[in-house]
């Protein structure tokens, strides 16, 4: 099945944005903390946290959410073969978007294996197809960016990464651009902080340092 592409007006894309927005934020997929703040596994200190595996125990936000990323697929993107997940975090959207475009899945291993096949793509995509990128939510763009590789050295082509959510960091800005890549996100940091904010999670104070942070994370400190 070849995907067209669609129009989507400015409208939509806001509309969309702060529908999952909202949805995200009721499920406490992402969170807030200025102080203090979180961790992540590699020691970087953020006020803001993200995990959307949370959306695939809700059958109804699960559903829309797919039917999002399904939309955006078809309206970003045109003439897919493959639709390709990052491992573990895109596949059960991916999956979701595969069987809504009646379109062969393959998922991306952070690392080749080192028994069996030695393999790091799972399933089949063949040298000159198509593939469209999946993840759940991008930082740095890097987990994306080597599932883009690995497609890339079967042969196969890709130009585009769908994803949920995003926090617009410079250095994933960089990292798409200088490996030729379009990212498509259902809604990013600035609509997640509006939404937040309307609902008194946070306040416009708390909104500035998170800006702060957004812009250099690796020296931003936490407020005294």
């Avoid at 946290?49 to 959306?55: F, Q």
Wanted: hydrophobic share 40%.
């Amino acid at each position: 099945m070849k995907i067209e592409n669609l129009e989507l007006k400015p409208k939509d894309i806001e509309n969309v944005a702060l529908q999952v927005s909202e949805i995200l934020i009721n499920l406490e997929c992402v969170k807030f903390r200025i102080n203090p703040p979180f961790t992540y596994s590699a020691g970087l200190e953020s006020p803001v946290y993200t995990d959307n595996r949370l959306i695939l125990s809700s059958p109804e936000d699960r559903e829309n959410i797919a039917s999002l990323l399904t939309d955006l697929v078809m309206i970003k993107t045109s003439n897919v073969d493959v639709i390709a997940a990052t491992a573990t975090a895109g596949i059960a959207h991916a999956a979701y978007i595969a069987y809504n475009l009646y379109l062969p899945l393959v998922y991306i291993n952070p690392r080749q294996k080192g028994y069996g096949q030695q393999k790091q793509i799972e399933g089949k995509i063949l040298k000159g197809q198509k593939a469209v990128v999946i993840d759940d939510h991008i930082s740095t763009g890097m987990s994306s960016l080597i599932a883009v590789k690995a497609i890339r050295d079967e042969g196969a082509h890709v130009s585009d990464v769908i994803a949920i959510t995003t926090y617009g960091l410079n250095e994933a800005e960089i990292n798409f651009k200088n490996n030729n890549i379009k990212l498509h996100t259902l809604t990013d940091l600035a609509h997640l902080c509006n939404v937040a904010l309307k609902k008194g999670l946070i306040s416009q104070q708390e909104i500035s340092i998170i800006n702060n942070w957004s812009q250099n994370p690796n020296s931003w400190q936490k407020p005294k």
